[in-house]
């Protein structure tokens, strides 16, 4: 007989400590990775020495790591949040796009001639919260009174989102003086969000602090108030929600459109911090990435800022691979998926031991 025929796979008496298979997953995303540039023909030790100087070798790629790391934090948050209710919220995408239009179309079309900056860019963010709490309005709808699943109703759409979003620059929002290019008029001036220590910090703007201070208070939120209680109780034992006379529809509403509003404030950063204006490059899929951080921190808000951080890092020195090495410009996605990959393969043998023999019995 084959000794493969007496592996068995049993699960651990006490799950190893977080860190362990925190560590674990990193070990087997950095195996996973070295056996992909090998199979590219790239030396896997020259690829992360590139990607490591492409990452913190200046000033201006830690400024952008932190500029790629305020819409991650913002959608991980937006995906944590549901997930404490056992919701899963696909659909952070969508939601980041019409965060975008809402807060577009209210600096466009909204806010009045000479506006003082801080209250029109307040707004413009206001307006992004309320477009993704909208878009996330519908599943919250269909999940809590008609037991829709949330995970197909928010994933599709995502693309009529990007849809709407592209008929708007292409066609009525088009920019009459663009010469021909897609998009919106830029925005006014005071509608953009401050960028913080320009000279040193380059792009990353007001957005970054936003995200840092909601970080904070959605964990005490969930953590020490009745509400957040009431949210836990609901993920982990609906059936005890339903015997405490837990008002179950209403708090799905209220987490999903609160999980859409996240979102919808990582898209009106981008807009009124980067871009200023409504044009292709918003739906690059920062919403997707978001489930990615969410999974990396455990559902944990405070953990959610450095595992955006972590994210971001991986795309900018991602970036250098394929401007020094000549990698495709998909091998930024492949690390992202081999690191996740990694930590689900970390999480299960943290859980799980591999034996051979005979399970004992009794």
Known sequence: MSPWSRLRIEPRDRALPPLFSLGLGVGLALLLGAAIFAGLGVNPLSAYAAMAAGAFGSGHALSEI???????????LAVALAARMLLWNVGCEGQLVMGGVFAAGCALFLLPPGAPPLPAASAALLCGALGGAA???????LRAWGQVSEILTTLLLNYVAVILVEHLYYGPWRDPAGFGFP?????PAAAHLARLWPEALGRVHAGLPLALLLAPL???????????????????????????????????????????ALAGLAGAGEVLG???????????GLGYDGIIVAWLARGNPLA???????????????DQLQTNLGLPASIGQTLEAALLLGYLAGEFLAR???????????
Do not use: D, M
């Not at 799980?352 to 009794?362: D, E, N, S």
């Open 352 to 362: 799980h031991r591999v034996a051979f023999g005979r399970a004992h019995v009794g």
């Open 183 to 187: 998009g919106t008029a830029e925005l």
């Open 135 to 141: 878009w996330a309005l519908v599943p919250a709808l």
């Open 66 to 76: 932190l500029v790629k790391a305020t819409p991650l934090l913002l959608t991980g």
């Open 218 to 260: 959605l964990a005490f939120l969930l953590a020490r108030t009745r509400w957040g209680f009431s949210v836990r109780v609901i993920g982990l034992s609906p059936g005890a929600a339903r015997y405490a006379r837990l008002n179950v529809p209403a708090r799905t509403l209220a987490v999903l459109c609160c999980s859409g």
């Open 304 to 318: 959610a800022p450095l595992t955006a951080l972590a994210l971001g890092a991986l795309f900018v020195g991602a």
């Open 274 to 284: 980067i871009h200023h204006r409504l044009q292709e490059g918003l739906a690059v």
